[in-house]
């Protein structure tokens, strides 16, 4: 594809992506925009112009607060915009070519949480990242509980405190149990982490009682962010027995702005690892369910420079995403549009592909060397995240943009 628009080498915004948000500026309320190299297409204003006359929708799903009733239209219509979008990119003689106002460089938007997420699943399906954890909490020698690799574990979360980049955060405070003691203080964690994440958002709905084959699982999809999902380790080793995750996860999340859609990621499909044991007849799948998408994480420390301290893929993943959506509603739970499934923390095999500083600095005993000269086991006050996501193969690169927060002192 050969676009007339100028787009800068290796943007993650190329002709091939087309990733779906909401964005506003100082003069206009929220719309649905699309990023386009370093801009932002505005495309009420194109669909003014009449270039989707060949679909039927209304024009006020693209002037919303969230993209929850663009999404809601289906793929049949969401997948025409975008399409219809590169085709108008690449012809020499679209009317957008005369429509300068309908692109506003991304320095000039304040970008928004891209959908109303109704509810929020947080899976755990990298095996290095489940492995090492139980390496460091429980049994080095059976480090992945039994049910492990015959369920996608997974809990449900907290929506309300999902944010959008450029958000930052406080320092959560809870009960910590100290080492050698018996009872528990109230105070800031000590322990923050990050956990590097892909997040995806459901576009189609099922009723209660119904439940989704793997085979089609993927039409539940609409699209994928980056996600860093905030941990509170020392809170998170005392309260976690026995239901699991609670406080010291829900005081934050942050994800990118930019909704990538699956249509856009087609192309960087690949085989994921071998499931042994056998799962069960409703988890088996055929074909490639998994994507190579290059990630990394960095830590800015205040006035410093960005340290690149990971270095992961979500190809890692030992459960894909069909197997976490036929598991999720293989006993009726429905899907709402909207609702929210992040991946579990993405680790890979080698040290520098840990996705979350308990692992990069295991459990503390290792510290990470930031370029400033400082070390760091856990998240210090002032210290922003960033989190970056691409696929490209080919010459085709199709990239997520940037997750990044800033952790704040305990208020
Ligand atoms: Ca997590």
């Given at each position: 594809m050969k676009t007339w628009f100028h787009i800068p080498e290796n943007?993650?915004?190329?002709?091939y992506n087309i990733p779906f948000g909401i964005f506003s500026t100082p003069s206009q309320s929220k719309k649905v925009g699309v990023a386009i190299g370093d801009y932002v297409l505005d495309i009420s204003k194109a669909y003014d112009l009449g270039i989707f006359k060949s679909i039927d929708f209304p024009k006020s799903a693209l002037e919303a607060d969230y993209l929850n009733d663009f999404i809601s239209l289906g793929k049949e219509i969401t997948t025409k915009v975008r399409t219809i979008i590169q085709q108008e990119l690449c012809?020499?003689?679209?009317?957008l070519k005369t429509k300068k106002e309908a692109f506003i460089h991304q320095s000039e938007v304040e970008m928004h949480l891209p959908v109303l997420i109704g509810d929020y699943t947080d899976f755990y399906s990298s095996i290095e990242h489940a492995t090492n954890v139980g390496k460091m909490f429980r049994?080095?020698?059976?480090?992945?509980?039994?049910?492990w690799k015959h369920i996608p574990v997974g809990y449900h979360g907290r929506s309300s405190s999902i944010i959008v980049s450029g958000k930052n955060i406080h320092r959560p405070k809870g009960q910590v149990l100290k080492p050698n003691t018996s009872q528990p203080v109230f105070e800031p964690s000590s322990r923050v982490d990050f956990e590097l994440e892909m997040g995806y958002i459901i576009g189609k709905k099922t009723e209660l009682g119904e439940s989704v084959t793997t085979e089609n699982a993927e039409d539940y999809i609409f699209g994928k962010v980056l996600f860093n999902d905030w941990s509170a380790r020392d809170i998170q080793k005392w309260e976690y027995v026995p239901l699991g995750p609670f406080l010291a996860k829900n005081f934050a999340s942050s994800i990118s702005p930019w909704v990538v859609t699956l249509e856009a990621l087609e192309p960087f499909r690949v085989g994921g690892p071998t499931q042994e044991p056998n799962v069960l007849p409703y988890l088996a799948y055929d074909g490639l369910k998994n994507f190579d998408i290059k990630l990394e994480v960095s830590i800015a420390p205040k006035n410093g420079d960005e340290t690149v301290i990971c270095k992961s893929n979500f190809?890692?993943?030992?459960?894909n995403m069909a197997q976490q959506i036929a598991h999720h509603t293989s006993n009726g739970c429905n899907l709402r549009v909207g609702d929210m499934m992040a991946s579990g923390t993405i680790s890979g095999k080698?040290?520098?592909?840990?996705?979350?500083m308990l692992e990069l600095a295991w459990a503390g005993s290792k510290p990470l060397k930031l370029k400033n000269g400082e070390e760091r086991k856990f998240i210090e006050d002032y210290d922003t995240v960033i989190m970056r996501g691409y696929c490209e193969k080919g010459g085709i690169r199709v990239g997520f943009g940037e997750v990044r927060s800033q952790l704040l002192p305990s208020k």
């Open positions: 943007s993650d915004f190329s002709i012809n020499e003689n679209s009317v049994d080095p020698e059976n480090a992945l509980l039994p049910n190809k890692y993943m030992y459960w080698s040290e520098d592909s840990y996705g979350s």
